[in-house]
């Protein structure tokens, strides 16, 4: 019987793909809103963004679940007339609390982006996602409270978590967010290794082999620092732009993968060897970088990628925020 060890060794085949053999170093998790998908590739986890959200909602498959938003938060509000802000943060806890029923362990859900500055803003609004999971019957230990990792929304976190409730730092591209989240003991952080890669490609004018991609680069130097230093939270490389990148990560924590990419993992039965190993990170010759908001704010800003894609990011979801708000207020 094949085992991962053999399929570890260069030049073996193995009876199990490449999806399988990744499950077994790495907590895979579908970064997609589609059901389907989730049944067909059986992850432990799930996230989701407003982009995905918006995405499915558009589907037939779907309507129902939009359908739904609308009728609930109806009865719910007084006179009758739901804010469509309302009906966008339940159908967003209706796609978790779905998907949930699919995957066996989390689902990540995004607070809204032009809260990204605003600490107690997010703060309400984590508040408001668990209390809706909680009328669901779902409790706070499955949800991850998705916020983008500006300064204000890593404080947001390390008051959210302070209260038992778990937080995904997203739009992370440096290593001062990610040291930042970790001393907020941010549950996990997903740093954005395939829009690192698109914006040193647009930078350098050339393409990158796999293992010397900066956004894998990148997430190796702070899975490297976290083991080092004995941080607890987990680093789940996020946005992928080929098969390689992923490759070039097992071992790491957690993976969020598209359903496409899953698919051609799935399809490979190539050897997918071990990458990263927490024992081997410890040893490693890494300086401990003291942070506060000052220094974080400055680094930050001295890191031109980090700085451009993360405000991007934010406009980019946040468009996508304002496409679903529009799709829902067509519906009413």
């Given at each position: 019987m094949s085992t991962i060890a053999e399929a570890q060794k260069p030049g073996t085949q193995t009876a199990l793909n490449q999806l399988d053999q990744l499950k077994k170093m790495t907590k895979v998790v579908a970064d997609t809103g589609d059901f389907e998908k989730l049944k067909e590739y059986t992850p432990q986890d799930a996230t989701t963004n407003p982009s995905l959200i918006y995405k499915a909602a558009q589907m037939a498959d779907y309507k129902t679940l939009v359908d739904k938003a609308i009728a609930d938060t109806r009865k719910s509000t007084a006179g009758g007339k739901p804010q469509?802000?309302?009906?966008?943060?339940?159908?967003?806890?209706?796609?978790?609390s779905e998907i949930l029923k699919i995957v066996p362990g989390r689902v990540s859900t995004e607070t809204d982006a032009d809260l990204s500055f605003d600490t107690q803003g997010l703060i309400n609004k984590a508040h408001k996602f668990i209390d809706?999971?909680?009328?669901?019957?779902?409790?706070?230990?499955?949800?991850?409270?998705?916020?983008?990792?500006?300064?204000?929304?890593?404080?947001?976190?390390?008051?959210?978590?302070?209260?038992?409730?778990?937080?995904?730092?997203?739009?992370?591209?440096?290593?001062?967010?990610?040291?930042?989240?970790?001393?907020?003991?941010?549950?996990?952080?997903?740093?954005?290794?395939?829009?690192?890669?698109?914006?040193?490609?647009?930078?350098?004018?050339?393409?990158?082999?796999?293992?010397?991609?900066?956004?894998?680069?990148?997430?190796?130097?702070?899975?490297?620092?976290?083991?080092?230093?004995?941080y607890e939270t987990e680093v789940m490389g996020a946005s992928f732009r080929n098969k390689g990148e992923i490759l070039e990560l097992a071992g790491c924590d957690a993976l969020t993968i598209s359903p496409q990419l899953m698919g051609e993992l799935k399809s490979s039965n190539d050897p997918a060897p071990r990458k990263l190993d927490p024992q081997a990170a410890k040893g490693e010759k890494i300086e401990r970088l003291q942070l506060d908001e000052k220094k974080f704010r400055w680094l930050f800003n001295e890191n031109a990628m980090a700085t451009e894609k993360t405000s991007e990011g934010i406009r980019i979801f946040n468009a996508d925020a304002l496409k679903l708000e529009e799709f829902i207020s067509k519906q009413l």
């Open positions: 469509v802000g309302e009906i966008m943060d339940y159908l967003l806890v209706l796609f978790g809706l999971y909680k009328k669901m019957g779902i409790p706070r230990e499955r949800i991850l409270i998705k916020i983008a990792s500006t300064w204000e929304g890593i404080r947001a976190a390390e008051t959210l978590q302070k209260e038992g409730i778990n937080c995904n730092m997203t739009l992370l591209f440096s290593m001062p967010q990610a040291v930042a989240a970790a001393e907020a003991k941010a549950k996990l952080i997903s740093p954005f290794v395939g829009r690192i890669l698109d914006w040193h490609k647009a930078k350098e004018k050339k393409d990158f082999a796999p293992a010397e991609d900066p956004g894998v680069q990148s997430v190796k130097e702070i899975y490297a620092y976290y083991k080092k230093f004995g």
